[in-house]
């Protein structure tokens, strides 16, 4: 069966520093991947997407994301975190039926000034 | 852009109260599910919807109903609402899961007093 796990539950950076937010996967074929990101009360939003092509994708707000299929990963990265990028975080991977996707249980981001 | 409206964003209730939570999207999407999060476990799914009057229960569908009258509209019912009802609850939308991702609505936070 599918299934995201995000190893990270808590993750506290300083403003200007760079970010990586793990997501590992289990699926059979090739799979489509998305990040999320969830502000304090907020529904969620699509930061960026793979589901072919080039590995390393860009999405909004400056983030990017890299497809690594012998490792079964999906990373979240960022340069430089701004005060701003403090939300939670999930992954999650196109579950082949009914259109469903598998979340992960979300990595919550603080930033220090 | 497509958009997920949930009717409330805060709703306090009593218990054995039946409770509606609406959700309607403005892009003709088939594709609409109902999620609970919960902090620690991420999103649950609970019900979703594939096309108008067309129904399958999620994950955790126990306790709650749903109702899918008009394809732009996807209603969650709480019929006996309990204390452990209480939860943020996200509304989605889809043409196509894999290929698209969800679009959210903001969330609706329940109390059950």
């Known amino acids: 069966a599918q299934s995201v796990t995000q190893p990270d539950i808590h993750i506290t950076v300083s403003e200007g520093a760079s970010l990586e937010l793990r997501c590992n996967y289990s699926y059979g074929a090739t799979p489509y991947l998305f990040w999320y990101v969830q502000s304090p009360g907020q529904g969620l939003q699509l930061l960026l997407k793979y589901f072919s092509g080039d590995t390393l994708v860009q999405g909004i707000k400056g983030f990017e994301a890299e497809f690594k299929r012998s490792q079964s990963s999906f990373n979240l990265r960022k340069p430089s975190v701004h005060w701003s990028d403090a939300a939670e975080y999930f992954c999650?991977?196109?579950?082949?039926?009914?259109?469903?996707?598998?979340f992960g249980a979300g990595t919550r981001l603080a930033v220090h000034p | 852009d497509v958009k997920v409206t949930q009717s409330s964003r805060y709703l306090v209730k009593r218990t054995g109260e039946k409770v509606f939570l609406e959700c309607v999207q403005d892009m003709d999407h088939e594709n609409m599910f109902w999620y609970r999060q919960d902090p620690g476990l991420g999103l649950r799914l609970i019900y979703f919807s594939y096309d108008v009057k067309m129904k399958e229960k999620g994950d955790i569908p126990e306790g709650y109903s749903v109702s899918r009258e008009k394809k732009e509209r996807f209603s969650l019912i709480l019929e006996s609402a309990s204390t452990n009802q209480t939860s943020m609850y996200l509304c989605?939308?889809?043409?196509?899961?894999?290929?698209?991702?969800?679009?959210f609505g903001s969330g609706t936070r329940l109390t059950v007093v």
């Open positions: 989605a939308s889809t043409l196509d899961g894999q290929f698209y991702g969800y679009t």
């Open positions: 999650a991977v196109g579950s082949g039926g009914y259109n469903k996707l598998i």
